[in-house]
């Protein structure tokens, strides 16, 4: 009898620390999406992009009227084999050139991006924390990670950070 009167004690103390618990969730993708500090930071971002591609564009363009002057004087007879060569040389450093400066408009957008997406990253999850602490949430989610596979109904959280961060 003992021991059953403990089985139901401590089952009945289970049940109660799980009740106890508060779970919510958020798609922080959404509300990342909603918010005016990201939507500037994106047309920065997309501005910068442009900027470098245009600039690479050009690069691509004065490499292409090159190689076709090139190929005028080299079909028409009027080069030797060593400035061919020398013509040649210089193309491929022009080549190297436009492929390296693709590697560094991609290094730059990288830069720009987290640069201007940490503050409002850095802002969203510390009202995230300080809204689970505030009620008393023992978890919240993330459902825009696909973080959860099966969960019973939880609190969505979505109207108030929207509210607490004056995104409509």
Known sequence: MKHTFLGIFFMALTTINVNAQKFGYINTQE????????KLADNQVQALQNELIAKGEEM????????????????????SKVQMQQKEE???????????????????????????????LDKVK??????GKE????MIFDSSAGMILHAAESENLMPILKTKLGVN
């Open 31 to 38: 509300l990342l999406a909603n918010m005016s500090e990201m």
């Open 60 to 79: 691509v363009i004065k490499f292409e009227a090159d190689y076709k002057a090139y190929m005028n004087e080299a079909n028409g007879g009027t080069l």
């Open 90 to 120: 210089v193309l491929v450093g022009k080549q190297d050139e436009i492929k390296k400066y693709e590697a560094d408009i991609q290094q730059k957008i990288g830069l720009k991006r987290e640069e201007l997406y940490k503050p409002v």
């Open 126 to 131: 510390a009202e995230i924390e300080k809204l």
């Open 135 to 138: 009620g008393g949430y023992t």
